[in-house]
């Protein structure tokens, strides 16, 4: 929360209306602020006795846990806002410990596991010593209520066993032509007419509706803003304090949440319906393969939301950020354009990308990745210790949480030298060391969408760099961690043809 002030004018009634306008915007935030306060009394009992894990918990990790119930939730939001989140971390790993620190984030006592070797203990570690966990403002804001109770881990179990198939070298590829297809079609309609746009609301455009296509089969752009809509303040309240009242990000987020469901609902009975009649056996998109496997309506409703969070968000912040850096350094560009347009040189008149054309952009990736250590679309991931264990000489209770961030090592000299330095070569030969370079997991919890992802970036930024060359507007614009990095103002950028 930003820090405001009113100044009221009594010159003039116009002042004074203004004024008070101001103030009417800013009640939400006043009266999350004031709830926060009151809560801390009522939860402070209950707190101290979570945080002693209901007993003596001798060789915990450093740490501190800041204000009663808030802890230092208040901290790390700041942090994030000013796009500085790793000096949350940083300040606490120098003062507290290099491999693991606590905290409390959320209302919940965690223990931050840092560094690759810290990754690597959690990634390995899934349900021998963790699992996976949510928190309540994730899971009451898009999951079906009658799923909620849940176990994170059944959840996330169910979803990466359903993955594979979906995501499969062989569907890979026949994804490959139609991401081609919507990007050229992308670019023609919503930047080739102007002289001026701004990339990334343009991105999450692309990467929502390519989504749609893919997963549903929906393709009506009036029926992809009916879904864009909703789920964009349902995403804004994911990270926020689940107190349900009305005018809180998290309230919007939880009306927007069952708008969400109740129109997948209705697609999901829709597609359901049409198999039953027709008499379908060969599926036409991912809801078509969750229904043919016997899956019900609500755990497919689940499962489409949390492939749009992983599959859109993240996909269209990497690019966002890909255009940003291609623009301030010159001499990279220049050697991804060429990359990109020899796989065009090779390509007949209108023939779409295939997947020999993707295995060409390695450079490209090489700069996609570099981008992303620098920018990770995603902070990290939380974890639940399912039983007390050991790390670093300190105790982990059952029950507290653990979170793993990637700018424990992403921004680490130890791993990459000069850290704050564009430098896409890091990726090239054997690239970085093992569980040091992290946007999408590691080891046996990588994210099974990392290829598609890949696929996705790399067919927009081949679509892009051919059509159109470009300048930053604001060479100075503010990153903000919401919790992911965004241009405080979208990216603007100014786009000329490319001449070929």
Known sequence: MHPFSISVFVATNMKLAAAIDAFDSLMPYVLHLVLLYVSAGLFYFLYKYKSSGGGPNPNLPPGKKGLPYIGETLDFVLASRRGTPEKFVTDRTT??????FRTSLLGEDMAVFCGSAGNKFLFSGQNKYVTSWWP??????LMDPSSVDNSSKEESTKLRAYLPPFLKPESLQHFIPVMDIMAKEHLNQHWSPYNEVQVFPLSKKYTFALACRLFMSVTDNDEIENFAKPFALATAGLMSVPIDLPGTTFNRAVKAGRLIRQRLLALITQKKNEILEKGKTVASDLVDSMLMDGMTEVEIGNKIVGFFIASHDTTSTAITFIVSYLSDYPEVY?????????????KEAGEPLRWEDIRKMKYTWCVASEVMRLAPPANGSFREAITDFTYAGYTIPKGWKAFWMVHTTHKNPKYFPDPERFDPSRFEGNGPAPYSFVPFGGGPRMCPGKEYARLEILTFIHNLLTTFKWVKLNPNEK?????????KEGLPIKIQPLLN
């Open 136 to 141: 309540d403002s994730i899971k009451k804001a």
């Open 95 to 100: 003062k507290y410990s290099p491999d693991v």
């Open 479 to 487: 990153i903000s961690y919401i919790p992911s990095p965004i241009p």
């Open 334 to 346: 220049n050697r991804v354009l060429e990359e990109q347009m020899e796989v065009l040189r090779c």
